[in-house]
């Protein structure tokens, strides 16, 4: 569904990403782990169009999209919930997520997705009127992904959706992506929490300084030993 | 001591000039909002569009109405392309080179006025509609002075409606808070900025126009003064906020007429007043009455 071949992308003079290859199949739930640093975000980033590579190809579903204006990527339904929310704090929540759908045309299938966020996170329908950026951490992080959900994604890209969050509410989180992956939303995730990460990935890449350094299913990585001292600590 | 119909014939034109002031100061603060720029160029966006008034009737020979509408989507349309070509290509450039390009933009703008149009004072042309005087208890007071109040105030609930109801509003305060998560709920800011642009010069034109028929003397450099002082009514109010703007151009615009009717023997300091306010809101409440607390310095 979504292909990166052999990506490179320079930051200044920094050479971020170094040939990085990744398949997002779909249907699957696709995890991304690393330190900071290691590259996730600049590849999300890369696939938005919002940083431009040097070299490499992006497909999505058999056609290129980079270069692109990100606009036109959020039409073809990928979006990204950024790392830190990022949510519209002088905004209500009913207007962050009106602006979700700021692409789309269609108000009985926008109305309809409201109601489908507003189920998937009864919190957001009570706080609707509320203004985003008073809000808790957890109650913000499920209006960034309740936003990104309103562009009708086919391919819902989290950053870090796990960041400065109570363990429940990670919890909460990771049991909601799972629904909406079951619900037909193709999922990329970005985390530091690889643990959770992996638990729920069908297919996982761990990226360290730019470069793809293991893949493999999210059970096997889980398990492997590697990744074990690296990511997971001696504890785990 | 002054008399009642005195003081209420200084009350209306002060009433009249600050909303005058409100309307100029929106575009300051609308543009500051968004870009986090000052545009220098505001106060001849003004200016151009009293010109474009006053062609659209003299040249043209247009009816006051249509010689208005004109002006003002002309006005509109200029604002836009100053952005898209003075500030759009530098987006990604220091605040500071922005501020040059805005600076330089105005100069440019004020010198080719003097070539296109002449250096010398044009007397407007005020439809009698606007320039009939009426008496109401010993005050006579020009159809214009309430016209301006009443036209500042439905064009403010038009503005307001658009910020706060509509989806080009809503994005706008987005665009204003993050650039970056608009554009990856696919806003397309360049888009908003050139619409915030455009809203903006409307307003200034439709301040110009009726700016022109209450002070008939057109004159190339005639946006600098007003430009300044609007831009100092929305510091004071906190820029970057319209509410205070709109305040900020009326205490400013009140203060202005009240403060010479009172003392005559500072009428020549009349200018000097709103820089007086400026350094007093910088000494004492740098993020204006309304302002959230900058953090940033411009």
């Known amino acids: 569904m979504l292909k990166i071949n052999n990506l490179n992308v320079f930051y200044g003079g920094i050479h971020a990403l170094k040939g990085i290859n990744i398949d997002v199949e779909e249907g699957k739930i696709i995890s991304l782990i690393g330190a900071n640093g290691a590259g996730k975000t600049t590849t999300l980033g890369t696939i938005m169009g919002l940083v431009k590579p040097s070299e490499g190809t992006i497909y999505y579903e058999g056609e290129p999209i980079i270069n692109r204006r990100t606009k036109d990527i959020v039409k073809k339904g990928i979006v990204l919930a950024p790392e830190g929310r990022r949510i519209f704090p002088n905004l209500t929540v009913e207007e962050n997520l009106i602006l979700g759908a700021y692409v789309r045309e269609n108000k009985e299938a926008i109305k309809k997705d409201m109601q489908w966020v507003y189920s998937l996170f009864p919190r957001l329908k009570e706080r609707m009127w509320q203004k985003g950026g008073t809000m808790s951490g957890g109650e913000q992080q499920m209006l960034a992904v309740g936003r990104a959900l309103m562009t009708k994604p086919k391919i819902l890209m989290l950053d870090e959706p796990s960041l400065g969050l109570a363990p429940l509410i990670v919890k909460d989180i990771f049991e909601i992506i799972k629904q909406i992956h079951k619900e037909g939303v193709t999922i990329l995730l970005i985390e530091q929490n690889a643990k959770a990460a992996l638990q729920i990935a069908d297919y996982g890449y761990v990226l360290e300084t730019g470069k793809v350094v293991l893949e493999g299913k999210g059970m096997e990585l889980l398990n492997n030993e590697e990744v074990q001292k690296a990511y997971l600590g001696e504890a785990q | ?298």
């Open chain 2, 1 to 298: 001591m002054m008399s009642f119909q005195t003081f209420m014939q200084h009350l209306v034109n002060g009433i009249s000039l600050g909303s005058l002031y409100a309307l100029i100061a929106i575009g300051y603060t609308m543009v500051y909002g968004i870009l986090r720029l000052i545009n220098f160029a505001h106060g001849d966006i003004f200016m151009l569009g009293t010109y474009f008034a006053f062609y659209a009737m003299t040249s043209f020979m247009l009816p006051w109405w249509a010689a208005f509408v004109i002006a003002i989507v002309l006005t509109c349309v200029f604002g836009m392309i100053i952005e898209r070509t003075a500030y759009r290509p530098l987006r990604n450039s220091p605040k500071i080179s922005v501020m040059i390009s805005a600076i330089g933009v105005s100069f440019l703008i004020e010198n080719l006025a003097i070539v296109l149009f002449g250096g010398r004072p044009k007397a407007f042309p005020i439809p009698p509609l606007f320039g009939n005087i009426i008496n109401i208890g010993g005050v006579r007071i020009a159809n214009i002075v309430f016209i301006i109040p009443v036209i500042t105030i439905i064009s403010l609930a038009i503005l307001l409606y658009i910020i706060n109801k509509t989806k080009i509003g809503m994005a706008m305060r987005a665009v204003s808070k993050d650039y970056q998560a608009s554009m990856l709920m696919g806003i397309d800011v360049n888009h908003v900025i050139s619409v915030t642009f455009g809203i903006g010069s409307v307003l200034a034109a439709i301040g110009g126009i009726m700016w022109a028929m209450r002070y008939p003397q057109l004159m190339p450099l005639m946006g600098i003064m007003p430009g300044l002082k609007c831009f100092i009514a929305a510091v004071v109010g906190g820029i970057g906020n319209i509410k205070g703007a709109v305040i900020g151009g009326f205490i400013l615009g009140l203060s202005e007429i009240l403060i010479v009717a009172f003392l005559p023997e500072l009428s020549g300091y009349r200018d000097a007043f709103a820089f007086v306010f400026l350094i007093l809101i910088l000494l004492f409440m740098p993020g204006g009455l309304m302002g959230e607390n900058i953090k940033e310095k411009v």
